[in-house]
């Protein structure tokens, strides 16, 4: 079982949609967890940290759910320039702050 | 501003041909990462610094080494580049090895031909 994993996608959505991406994590000990934005052919740029508590920047809502395991991601009025690929990260609390990537989910917004 | 910076940008060897990849850094940050990211995959880490210590990942192959003289400089040398290892080249910072953040470079695209 991978360590991090995530729907591939590709989600196809128009402007103005709400979209949802899950993101699962196999390591119960896990300690960290965020969501990594990567554009075609980019490098990956943090997105946003995960909080237990569930955290929310403009549009992008992120939460956690440590008893089941996963991590979602929740984008309102989707952009066009939304379309990217999104990466699930975690740390997996192995002592030195090691980042595990996803395989990401890719989103495409159209008019 | 550019803060951390890869160089080149494409690089294209030939099979067996040793290459080397550089990475440079103005955010004066003690760890630095690479990774490699094949197509539709997750970056993968091969092996970080934090400072001069080296740390390998235990599934790194041998073929890929890397060097750091300074703060500033971190390379990936690929002593035999097999057809295998044509990737996206991602090179990171982190201000400490508590820091969860990740500074990436716009990354090396390496093609063995």
């Known amino acids: 079982r991978k360590e991090v994993e995530q729907d591939p996608g590709p989600f196809n959505v128009p402007e103005g949609a709400t979209v949802a991406f899950n993101c699962t994590y196999s390591n119960s000990a896990s300690q960290s967890f965020f969501w990594y934005r990567q554009d075609c052919r980019k490098e990956p740029k943090l997105l946003m940290s995960?909080?237990?508590s569930g955290n929310e920047d403009g549009r992008f809502t992120a939460q956690l759910n440590r008893a089941s395991q996963y991590i979602s991601l929740l984008i309102r009025d989707s952009k066009l320039s939304d379309s990217a690929t999104y990466l699930c990260v975690v740390n997996p609390g192995t002592g030195f702050q090691k980042l595990v990537f996803g395989t990401g989910t890719r989103l495409l917004v159209s008019p | 501003d550019a803060m951390v910076i890869q160089n080149p940008r494409y690089q294209v060897t030939q099979f067996g041909k040793p290459v080397t990849l550089s990475c440079s850094q103005t955010?004066?940050?003690?760890?630095m990462y690479w990774y490699q990211q094949k197509s539709s995959q997750a970056p993968k880490l091969l092996f970080h610094y934090y400072d001069k210590d080296f740390n390998n990942e235990a599934d790194t192959p041998d073929n890929f080494q890397s060097r750091r003289p300074n703060t500033s400089f971190c390379f990936l040398d690929i002593r035999s580049p097999g057809l295998g290892d044509a990737a996206m080249y991602l090179c990171?910072?982190?201000?400490?090895?508590?820091?969860?953040?990740?500074?990436f470079g716009p990354g090396t695209r390496l093609t063995v031909t």
């Open positions: 955010l004066n940050h003690n760890v």
């Open positions: 990171a910072t982190s201000r400490e090895a508590s820091s969860y953040e990740q500074y």
């Open positions: 995960v909080y237990s």
